[in-house]
């Protein structure tokens, strides 16, 4: 089993800035990719930016230079450091990692973390 816990969502204003990290725990033998998606209210669940086990990252259209993503492997963690946000911004962030674990590979997905942009 694995446990993906977020953090670090929260409400900032225009221009602001949050950072939200990702921790995976439990059987984790290899992490294949890790990272993050947003879905606002109505609208469908969308790449914000991903990582490979080899280090390739990807981002959304969306992002553009604004959002950096990055790990620590050592703590099984990626940070996805936002800047210049705007209300467009605002979403449930989601994590979702794909990890081998004993009996293959799997898709896990956090609970998610509200980040809201607004004055």
């Known amino acids: 089993q694995v446990h993906l816990v977020e953090s670090g969502g929260g409400l900032v204003q225009p221009g602001g800035s949050l950072r939200l990290s990702c921790a995976a725990s439990g059987s984790i033998h290899t992490i294949r990719v890790m990272g993050w998606y947003r879905q606002a209210p109505g609208m469908q669940r969308v790449l914000v930016a991903t990582?490979?086990?080899?280090?390739?990252?990807v981002y959304g259209d969306s992002v553009n230079d604004r959002f950096t993503l990055s790990r620590d492997d050592a703590k099984n963690t990626v940070y996805l450091q936002m800047n210049r946000l705007s209300p467009e911004d605002t979403a449930v962030y989601y994590c979702?990692?794909?990890?081998?674990?004993?009996?293959?590979?799997?898709?896990?997905w956090g609970q998610g973390t509200q980040v809201t942009v607004s004055s």
């Open positions: 979702d990692a794909w990890i081998t674990v004993l009996d293959g590979d799997h898709d896990w």
């Open positions: 990582i490979t086990e080899g280090g390739s990252i």
